[in-house]
T-cell receptor, first 115, second 111 residues
């Protein structure tokens, strides 16, 4: 198992463009989480999936953000009409139902820069 | 409230002990965690403690929890240069599907 994989590692985009990030969790993990981390801050929760169902969404997840996990395996996070304030590291994590309370396994993140 | 606070910087000499502190506000925390983040990397779980425990030791790491004061600390014994990183405390509440992270403490180990 190669851990949680996120692609791309870095993305630079112009303001107003749409971007999509992908997360491949650990294969036996049925729970998947998206967090956003801005410079000098800790990660902030965005959303959570159990299998293909999106069970929790943060107030931070505006209408421009959408996340999917169509087959309960990989997930995508799309940001439409990007703004400079969207510049951040987007972290994905996964866990299995039995180990969720013992901490997630995080990916290395996708760093988004909006210019 | 889900405020989790940490001091921003800590500098220690190699071989000394490091103590990183964290305070939180929500008394209904179920688990508390320490994560380590190296430059350009994701977060690595170091250790966790259940909220009804006072202390947990794991090799060079000792976690102390004072639930009355809502204070969590991480002690790293015999700190090495490879321990230089940002350390985040985090709490989970209820079902534990959402973690609340502190702002992180940047640990610098001086050779």
């Amino acid at each position: 198992d190669t851990g949680v994989s996120q692609n791309p590692r870095h993305k630079i985009t112009k303001r107003g463009q749409n971007v999509t990030f992908r997360c491949d969790p650990i294969s036996e993990h049925n729970r998947l989480y998206w967090y956003r981390q801005t410079l000098g801050q800790g990660p902030e929760f965005l959303t959570y999936f159990q299998n293909e169902a999106q069970l929790e969404k943060s107030r931070l997840l505006s209408d421009r953000f959408s996340a999917e996990r169509p087959k309960g395996s990989f997930s995508t996070l799309e940001i439409q009409r990007t703004e400079q304030g969207d510049s951040a590291m987007y972290l994905c994590a996964s866990s299995s139902a039995g180990t969720g309370t013992f901490g997630y396994t995080f990916g290395s993140g996708t760093r988004l820069t909006v210019v | 409230g889900e405020d989790v606070e940490q001091s921003l910087f800590l500098s220690v000499r190699e071989g000394d002990s490091s103590v990183i502190n964290c305070t939180y506000t929500d008394s209904s925390s179920t688990y508390l965690y320490w994560y380590k983040q190296e430059p350009g990397a994701g977060l690595q779980l170091l250790t966790y403690i259940f909220s009804n425990m006072d202390m947990k030791q794991d090799q060079r790491l000792t976690v102390l929890l004072n639930k009355k004061d809502k204070h969590l600390s991480l002690r790293i014994a015999d700190t090495q240069t490879g321990d230089s990183a940002i350390y985040f405390c985090a709490e989970s509440i209820g079902t534990g599907n959402q973690f609340y992270f502190g702002t992180g403490t940047s640990l610098t180990v001086i050779p």
